[in-house]
């Protein structure tokens, strides 16, 4: 299946990296939990899902996008097929930025989309928040964040999420800072692995519902 290497992204990906993304996310409970409709309308889960991993172009200076790829079907390493990504909140690593800036979600088209549940869409973005306060605000700007991390089905358990989280983990070491994590259900026991402390978590829930989505404040030191 050729051997994996690790580069920048760049928007050019953003077509391949969707395709991650769709293949990989429905194994994930917070995919069902927001978009409980994407096979009903898959035009609208594509439209959004897209926008999303573009929006992390649009700041270069605030977001990194990094790829796992394989040869293309020509054989071609460079720049070769994306099979996973990680998105990093890279903003605290440029020199000379001194406060800590409060975080903004990039758009989901939460009251446009029909693929989502929009209170649920809600729910997961406030247990962010919350958790992120609770357990990350203290680090102020010496943390650098995992804020997504997929990989295709066909090439997992391969090392790929392992590798792209050790590019922040080596980055945040050099610098004496720590990596934060907001974990859903799927990613916690690969960060856990990895040597990441689970801090506590946080609850996605509409009031007056049962169903719900547990996440893990994860740190590495």
């Known amino acids: 299946m050729g051997v994996m290497l690790l580069r920048r992204a760049t928007a050019a990906d953003v077509e391949a990296i969707t395709d991650i993304a769709q293949a990989a996310m429905p194994d994930d409970p ?9 096979d009903r309308y898959p035009e609208d889960n594509r439209r959004w899902t897209r926008q999303f991993y573009q929006d992390f172009f649009d700041e270069p200076a605030k977001f990194a996008t990094w790829v796992m790829t394989v040869p293309d079907a020509a054989g071609q390493r460079d720049p070769g097929k994306p099979v996973a990504f990680a998105v990093w909140v890279v903003e605290n690593l440029q020199q000379g930025f001194q406060t800590a ?3 903004e979600h990039p758009r989901e088209g939460r009251e446009e989309r029909r693929d989502a549940n929009p209170e649920h ?3 997961f973005l406030d247990a962010i928040d919350e958790a992120m306060h609770e357990y990350f605000d203290r680090l102020g700007t010496s943390q650098i964040d995992l804020h997504v991390l997929a990989t295709h ?5 391969r090392g790929a999420a392992t590798t792209l989280c050790k ?3 080596k980055e945040a070491k050099g610098r004496d800072m720590s990596v934060t994590v907001i974990g859903s259900p799927m990613g916690t026991p690969l960060y856990v692995q990895l040597g990441f402390v689970e801090l506590g978590h946080a609850i996605a829930q509409v009031q007056g519902e049962d169903q719900k989505l547990i996440l893990h404040a994860c740190l590495y030191n």
């Open 30 to 38: 917070q995919w069902d939990y927001r978009f409980p409709y994407r």
């Open 101 to 103: 800036q409060p975080f």
């Open 121 to 123: 869409m809600q729910a």
């Open 153 to 157: 089905p066909d090439y997992r358990r």
């Open 167 to 169: 590019w922040g983990m």
